[in-house]
């Protein structure tokens, strides 16, 4: 499998910019999509369950209006999860991948986007109940009907991974891979990528240090700290260039819907962190030294 390229390497998370989060207007997405085109970031991260069902039609509306060529930008989205709120009948959270479904959410988000095509398609979960060759026979109508260019999954273990690949190739996987989160290192996740030239995607990749004050971010706050000055860069940065250093080339999907941060974000491939300074900040993570 070739690895495509044409992803940003910072990609634009849009989980937070409406109802779970920012609750932007559509002319405040349209002047955060220029933005983000000016900083060079041209993919933007989707699923059809952020803002309970309603992002990916904000976004599309905003899109819409724009007169940014579809051509410019690189669109993601996932299905799979289903949340028991009011525009849907179930009765539990659960997740779904028969035929029809994975078809009708393809079909459902490509009509919100206002876009004939997604570049990249992701189950966003790992089900127990999920039957390759159903999954299979969806994701290849969509291809034939050039509704998905690409295929990946999001969450899945190699093991998972393996299951699906009985039938049909994976692209892409987005895991959560942060300096405070970083088991994907160890389970084979970011090694799968690397052997198989999938694009690895990382969700969260600031992690828990601006979400949590607990002993783990104390310890890293110190040393990043530190590190801050030396590098003349921010704490964000200095987390995003420790995730970039990873030999899977992943791209993080950074979340914040703060323009001078997404301007940071991008600034972030610039730093070179040494080889030192990474183990410190994963002594830091950690807790302890490596063996
Ligand atoms: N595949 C999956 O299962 C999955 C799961 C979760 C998320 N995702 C994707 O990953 C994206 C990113 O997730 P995330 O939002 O957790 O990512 P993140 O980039 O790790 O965190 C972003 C959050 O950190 C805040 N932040 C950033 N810089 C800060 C700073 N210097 N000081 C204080 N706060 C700061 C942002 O606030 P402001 O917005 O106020 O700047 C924002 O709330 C989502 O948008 C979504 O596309 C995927």
């Known amino acids: 499998m070739t690895k495509t390229t044409n992803y940003s390497r910072i990609i634009a998370g849009t989980m937070t910019w409406g109802d779970w989060g920012k609750q932007l207007s559509e002319q405040r997405i349209e002047q955060l999509i220029h933005h983000c085109l000016e900083q060079y970031i041209s993919t933007f991260d989707h699923a059809d369950i952020y803002g309970d069902y309603t992002n990916e039609e904000q976004f599309g509306k905003a899109f ?3 007169d940014i060529n579809r051509e410019d930008i690189q669109l993601i989205s996932k299905c799979g999860i289903q949340f028991d709120v009011k525009s849907r009948s179930n009765n539990i959270k659960h997740y779904a991948y028969s035929k029809d479904y994975i078809i009708w959410s393809a079909e459902r988000s490509l009509k919100a986007l206002r876009t004939e095509y997604l570049d990249m398609f992701l189950l966003h979960r790992p089900s127990p109940l999920m039957h390759p060759s159903e999954i299979a ?5 969509l291809k034939k009907e050039g509704k998905i260019r690409q295929f990946g999954v999001s969450n899945f273990n190699p093991s998972q991974i393996a299951l699906i690949e009985t039938v049909m190739p994976i692209e892409g996987n987005q895991l959560e891979f942060s300096l405070t989160s970083n088991n994907v290192m160890g389970d084979g996740s970011l090694d799968d990528c690397i052997i198989n030239k999938r694009l690895a995607m990382s969700w969260s990749p600031l992690g828990s240090y601006f979400k949590e004050d607990s002993l783990k971010t104390k310890r890293i706050k110190k040393v990043l700290k530190s590190l801050c000055n030396k590098y003349n860069a921010t704490e964000d940065q200095l987390l995003l260039s420790w995730v970039l250093k990873h030999p899977a080339e992943v791209c993080p999907v950074v979340g914040t819907a703060t323009p001078d941060r997404l301007a940071m974000a991008m600034k972030a491939l610039e730093i070179e962190m040494e080889l030192q300074d990474w183990f410190l900040l ?5 807790g302890y030294e490596v063996a």
């Open 282 to 286: 994963l002594e830091a993570s950690n």
């Open 137 to 141: 026979e969806a994701i290849a109508k």
């Open 64 to 66: 819409a209006t724009s």
